[in-house]
């Protein structure tokens, strides 16, 4: 009971500071995150990860695929079977692993 009376007042709280900071806060806060989105730096670091991202799940699906073999719908139900075969044929074709550019 100590917890939700803890959590009910700083909700509470934080509605009072809230509703008093306002609309001039909200939009300060905004552009504020705006700006940092619009960063060269903070978007390469967020491309650079999701293309990290794109390698990790290629090797995880070169893995399972390695792994799995031929016998894929022995062991895993068939969506997920017919999902690892048409990546192994994407990555054939070219195509990162999702089927997006890496660009």
Do not use: C
Not at 16 to 40: F, W
Not at 46 to 73: I, M, N, P, Y
């Amino acid at each position: 009971m100590r917890y939700r009376l803890t959590f009910v007042a700083g909700l509470a709280l934080g509605y009072v500071l809230g509703t008093r900071a306002g609309r001039e806060r909200y939009e300060q806060i905004r552009k504020s995150a705006q700006r940092i989105a619009q960063n060269p730096a903070v978007r390469n670091t967020a491309e650079s990860a999701a293309q990290s991202g794109r390698e990790f799940a290629g090797k995880a699906v070169h893995t399972v695929t390695e792994k799995v073999g031929d016998k894929v719908g022995n062991r895993v139900p068939e969506s997920v079977a017919q999902r690892v075969r048409s990546l192994k044929e994407r990555r054939q074709s070219g195509e990162d692993d999702w089927g997006t550019s890496n660009t």
